[in-house]
């Protein structure tokens, strides 16, 4: 059989690769307690959630990946929603 990928699908998996891989940075980072393995942890997150965004991008330029505009009162309400939680945790 043989089986090839579009460039579509090869972005997918890499779109849902990257979003697993900040989970999984997100998880440890609150599991440890080392300042150098935290940074690093940090550190790997930001870069892969970078990753993550520029496939978006691309998958979005090439019309594989369709977003709305959210309406400015929904920006707004999200906005209060989660300004306030991080309020409320200092």
């Not at 393995?37 to 330029?61: I, P």
């Not at 977003?67 to 989660?82: C, H, L, N, Y």
Request: include cysteine.
């Amino acid at each position: 059989m043989n089986a090839t990928f579009q460039e579509k699908d090869i972005l997918q998996d890499i779109l849902v690769l990257e979003k697993d891989i900040v989970k999984s940075y997100g998880s440890f980072l609150t599991e440890t307690s080392c300042p150098n393995l935290r940074k690093t942890l940090e550190d790997n997150m930001k870069t892969s959630a970078a990753d993550q965004f520029s496939v978006f991008n691309a998958m979005q330029s090439r019309g594989y990946y369709q977003t709305k505009e959210a309406p400015q009162q929904e920006v707004d309400q999200a906005k209060e929603k989660f300004g306030n939680i991080l309020g409320d945790m200092n």
